[in-house]
């Protein structure tokens, strides 16, 4: 059974930085695209950040260039979101998924909240 544990969120004023963390069970990393996405009250989920372990690439939404980080580490399973220079537009519940590299198979951990206050 795959399982995504997302965790690190919480309460930061702006500027601050959080890293959010997504352990992965059940699955081999490297067949896998991790991501990060968020939903902001009222929006819609928006892609943030993706990292592919076969290859080391990684994307990142233009909104966060320059101030979030994907970064993974396979012997853990855990993939990280490193968020700095964090602003009230961030604040929004950030979930990790797991993609099977050239399939439509997708699996969801939970969200983990993340507050930036001005």
């Known amino acids: 059974e795959v399982q995504l544990q997302a965790s690190g969120g919480g309460l930061v004023q702006a500027a601050g930085s959080l890293r959010l963390s997504c352990v992965a069970s059940?699955?081999?990393?490297?067949?896998?695209?991790i991501g990060w996405f968020r939903q902001a009250p009222g929006k819609e989920r928006e892609g943030v950040s993706c990292i592919r372990s076969d290859n080391g690439n990684t994307y990142h939404v233009d909104s966060v260039k320059g101030r979030f980080t994907i970064s993974s580490d396979d012997a853990k399973n855990t993939v990280y979101l490193q968020m700095n220079s964090l602003e009230p537009e961030d604040t929004a519940v950030y979930y990790c998924n797991a993609l099977l590299v050239g399939s439509y198979t997708i699996y969801w951990g939970q969200g983990t909240k993340v507050t930036v206050s001005s």
């Open positions: 059940g699955l081999s990393f490297d067949e896998y695209a």
